[in-house]
Protein backbone atom coordinates (compact mmCIF):
# COMPACT_ATOMS: atom_id res chain seq x y z
CA UNK A 1 0.00 0.00 0.00
CA UNK A 2 1.47 3.07 -0.86
CA UNK A 3 0.95 6.35 1.16
CA UNK A 4 -1.18 8.10 -1.43
CA UNK A 5 -3.72 5.12 -0.54
CA UNK A 6 -3.28 5.59 3.02
CA UNK A 7 -6.21 7.71 5.00
CA UNK A 8 -3.87 10.45 7.40
CA UNK A 9 -5.33 10.01 11.15
CA UNK A 10 -6.76 12.53 12.99
CA UNK A 11 -4.60 13.73 16.15
CA UNK A 12 -6.58 13.01 18.84
CA UNK A 13 -6.33 15.32 22.10
CA UNK A 14 -7.56 15.31 25.71
CA UNK A 15 -9.22 18.38 26.91
CA UNK A 16 -6.14 19.68 28.62
CA UNK A 17 -3.79 19.18 25.46
CA UNK A 18 -6.47 21.06 23.55
CA UNK A 19 -6.66 24.55 26.28
CA UNK A 20 -3.02 24.34 25.91
CA UNK A 21 -3.08 24.93 22.15
CA UNK A 22 -5.91 27.38 22.31
CA UNK A 23 -3.70 29.21 25.17
CA UNK A 24 -0.96 28.79 22.46
CA UNK A 25 -2.01 30.20 19.39
CA UNK A 26 -4.06 32.93 21.11
CA UNK A 27 -0.56 34.30 22.39
CA UNK A 28 1.29 33.48 19.32
CA UNK A 29 -0.92 33.67 16.33
CA UNK A 30 -2.04 30.55 13.95
CA UNK A 31 -0.29 27.78 11.97
CA UNK A 32 -0.22 27.01 8.37
CA UNK A 33 2.58 24.81 7.58
CA UNK A 34 4.32 24.16 4.35
CA UNK A 35 4.33 20.61 3.68
CA UNK A 36 8.02 19.46 3.45
CA UNK A 37 7.43 19.25 -0.80
CA UNK A 38 6.69 22.84 -0.58
CA UNK A 39 9.47 23.16 1.91
CA UNK A 40 11.89 21.84 -0.83
CA UNK A 41 10.34 24.57 -3.35
CA UNK A 42 11.31 27.35 -0.98
CA UNK A 43 14.34 26.37 -0.14
CA UNK A 44 15.87 25.51 -3.40
CA UNK A 45 18.33 27.88 -3.39
CA UNK A 46 19.64 27.27 0.17
CA UNK A 47 23.28 25.45 -1.04
CA UNK A 48 23.49 24.13 2.68
CA UNK A 49 22.17 20.93 4.45
CA UNK A 50 18.66 21.13 5.82
CA UNK A 51 16.38 18.00 6.82
CA UNK A 52 12.72 17.34 7.98
CA UNK A 53 12.56 16.00 11.41
CA UNK A 54 9.56 15.07 13.81
CA UNK A 55 6.06 13.61 12.60
CA UNK A 56 6.95 14.21 8.83
CA UNK A 57 10.43 12.36 9.25
CA UNK A 58 8.30 9.25 10.94
CA UNK A 59 5.64 9.63 8.12
CA UNK A 60 8.42 9.84 5.52
CA UNK A 61 9.80 6.29 7.10
CA UNK A 62 6.73 4.27 7.49
CA UNK A 63 4.10 5.42 5.42
CA UNK A 64 1.81 5.76 8.67
CA UNK A 65 0.22 8.92 8.00
CA UNK A 66 -1.56 11.45 10.45
CA UNK A 67 -2.18 14.68 10.96
CA UNK A 68 0.49 16.95 11.80
CA UNK A 69 0.40 20.26 13.98
CA UNK A 70 3.42 21.71 12.14
CA UNK A 71 6.07 21.12 9.58
CA UNK A 72 9.67 21.13 11.66
CA UNK A 73 13.26 20.92 9.68
CA UNK A 74 16.18 21.84 10.93
CA UNK A 75 19.63 23.19 10.10
CA UNK A 76 23.28 23.69 11.57
CA UNK A 77 23.41 26.80 13.40
CA UNK A 78 25.98 28.31 11.82
CA UNK A 79 23.95 28.02 8.54
CA UNK A 80 21.24 30.72 10.33
CA UNK A 81 22.90 34.07 8.46
CA UNK A 82 22.81 32.23 4.87
CA UNK A 83 19.19 30.76 5.46
CA UNK A 84 18.10 34.13 6.26
CA UNK A 85 19.13 36.06 3.21
CA UNK A 86 18.19 32.99 0.76
CA UNK A 87 14.53 33.72 2.65
CA UNK A 88 15.18 37.62 2.61
CA UNK A 89 12.15 39.15 0.51
CA UNK A 90 9.75 36.42 0.66
CA UNK A 91 9.58 35.63 4.31
CA UNK A 92 10.24 36.96 7.48
CA UNK A 93 12.60 34.52 9.91
CA UNK A 94 12.10 34.48 13.83
CA UNK A 95 14.75 33.48 16.40
CA UNK A 96 12.94 32.01 19.16
CA UNK A 97 14.54 31.25 22.32
CA UNK A 98 12.37 30.35 25.13
CA UNK A 99 9.21 31.86 23.54
CA UNK A 100 11.16 35.06 23.00
CA UNK A 101 10.91 36.54 19.46
CA UNK A 102 12.86 38.57 17.18
CA UNK A 103 13.26 39.12 13.64
CA UNK A 104 16.77 38.29 12.03
CA UNK A 105 17.66 40.58 9.69
CA UNK A 106 19.59 43.93 9.50
CA UNK A 107 19.92 44.13 13.06
CA UNK A 108 20.02 40.49 14.83
CA UNK A 109 21.81 38.74 12.12
CA UNK A 110 21.89 35.39 13.97
CA UNK A 111 21.16 33.95 16.56
CA UNK A 112 22.67 33.67 20.24
CA UNK A 113 21.47 29.96 21.62
CA UNK A 114 22.50 27.38 19.00
CA UNK A 115 20.15 25.15 20.19
CA UNK A 116 17.07 27.71 20.17
CA UNK A 117 14.40 27.51 17.17
CA UNK A 118 13.50 30.01 13.73
CA UNK A 119 10.01 30.46 12.84
CA UNK A 120 8.86 31.64 9.34
CA UNK A 121 5.48 34.12 8.07
CA UNK A 122 5.33 35.80 5.45
CA UNK A 123 4.15 39.32 7.74
CA UNK A 124 2.90 40.30 10.62
CA UNK A 125 -0.78 38.98 10.26
CA UNK A 126 0.27 35.82 8.10
CA UNK A 127 0.44 32.48 9.57
CA UNK A 128 3.38 30.86 10.49
CA UNK A 129 4.36 28.22 8.23
CA UNK A 130 7.66 26.32 9.59
CA UNK A 131 9.51 25.57 12.25
CA UNK A 132 13.22 25.01 12.73
CA UNK A 133 14.68 24.05 15.65
CA UNK A 134 18.35 24.27 14.92
CA UNK A 135 21.03 21.71 15.60
CA UNK A 136 24.47 22.82 17.03
CA UNK A 137 27.24 22.10 14.65
CA UNK A 138 30.72 21.18 15.67
CA UNK A 139 32.95 22.25 12.54
CA UNK A 140 30.34 21.96 10.09
CA UNK A 141 28.74 18.04 11.39
CA UNK A 142 25.60 17.69 13.29
CA UNK A 143 25.87 16.83 16.61
CA UNK A 144 22.89 15.38 18.72
CA UNK A 145 21.03 17.69 21.56
CA UNK A 146 20.33 14.84 23.86
CA UNK A 147 23.21 12.87 23.49
CA UNK A 148 26.63 13.96 24.18
CA UNK A 149 29.42 13.27 22.09
CA UNK A 150 27.03 11.64 19.41
CA UNK A 151 28.98 13.90 16.57
CA UNK A 152 28.29 12.65 12.95
CA UNK A 153 28.16 13.82 9.03
CA UNK A 154 24.70 15.03 8.48
CA UNK A 155 24.17 12.77 5.35
CA UNK A 156 25.43 9.45 7.83
CA UNK A 157 22.19 10.91 10.44
CA UNK A 158 20.01 11.46 7.31
CA UNK A 159 18.36 9.51 4.45
CA UNK A 160 16.87 11.21 0.93
CA UNK A 161 13.56 10.54 -0.27
CA UNK A 162 13.00 9.92 -4.28
CA UNK A 163 12.02 13.50 -4.33
CA UNK A 164 14.86 14.79 -3.19
CA UNK A 165 13.93 15.77 0.48
CA UNK A 166 16.16 14.62 3.44
CA UNK A 167 14.98 13.26 6.32
CA UNK A 168 16.55 12.54 9.74
CA UNK A 169 16.81 8.93 10.42
CA UNK A 170 13.63 7.27 12.31
CA UNK A 171 15.74 5.65 15.14
CA UNK A 172 17.06 9.46 16.13
CA UNK A 173 13.69 11.31 15.34
CA UNK A 174 12.21 8.76 18.11
CA UNK A 175 14.96 9.80 20.45
CA UNK A 176 13.45 12.99 20.49
CA UNK A 177 9.91 11.75 20.68
CA UNK A 178 10.76 9.36 23.38
CA UNK A 179 11.15 12.76 26.03
CA UNK A 180 8.83 14.52 25.19
CA UNK A 181 6.40 11.48 26.15
CA UNK A 182 3.02 12.79 24.02
CA UNK A 183 0.06 10.87 23.34
CA UNK A 184 0.71 11.13 19.06
CA UNK A 185 4.54 9.90 19.78
CA UNK A 186 3.10 6.46 20.17
CA UNK A 187 1.97 5.40 17.10
CA UNK A 188 4.87 6.78 15.76
CA UNK A 189 6.72 4.64 17.75
CA UNK A 190 4.70 1.67 16.93
CA UNK A 191 5.01 2.63 13.07
CA UNK A 192 8.60 2.44 13.08
CA UNK A 193 9.12 -0.79 15.23
CA UNK A 194 8.66 -2.48 12.55
CA UNK A 195 11.25 -1.57 10.07
CA UNK A 196 14.25 -0.94 12.30
CA UNK A 197 16.94 -3.23 11.82
CA UNK A 198 19.06 -4.84 14.69
CA UNK A 199 21.19 -2.17 14.53
CA UNK A 200 18.61 0.47 14.88
CA UNK A 201 16.80 -0.47 17.66
CA UNK A 202 20.21 -1.52 19.70
CA UNK A 203 21.19 2.01 19.75
CA UNK A 204 17.56 3.11 20.34
CA UNK A 205 17.20 1.38 23.23
CA UNK A 206 20.91 1.67 24.89
CA UNK A 207 20.16 5.36 24.28
CA UNK A 208 16.73 5.07 26.00
CA UNK A 209 18.18 3.26 28.94
CA UNK A 210 21.12 6.14 29.35
CA UNK A 211 19.12 9.48 28.88
CA UNK A 212 15.83 8.11 30.06
CA UNK A 213 16.04 4.87 32.23
CA UNK A 214 12.38 3.07 32.59
CA UNK A 215 10.51 4.32 29.50
CA UNK A 216 8.01 2.37 27.85
CA UNK A 217 9.51 1.69 24.34
CA UNK A 218 12.74 0.19 25.85
CA UNK A 219 10.87 -3.22 26.96
CA UNK A 220 9.25 -3.09 23.28
CA UNK A 221 12.68 -2.13 21.78
Known amino acids: MTGDQLIRVQLSR ?7 EDRFFAVYGPWAPLS ?23 E ?16 LACDVPEFVRVLSGRWHVWSNVGGVLRPLGD ?22 VLDVPLTPDNDGQWTNKLVPGHVARVADVTWVDQAGIRYLR ?13 PKD ?16 S ?10 PGHAWIARL
Open 186 to 201: DPDFEAALPLLDAGQR
Open 36 to 58: PAEVLAELADFGRPWWVVGGWAI
Open 203 to 212: WLRDVLSDIL
Open 170 to 182: PEIVLVYKARLAR
Open 60 to 75: AATGYRREHDDTDISI
Open 107 to 128: KWTTVDEPRSQLWLRANATAPW
Open 14 to 20: TAEEQAE
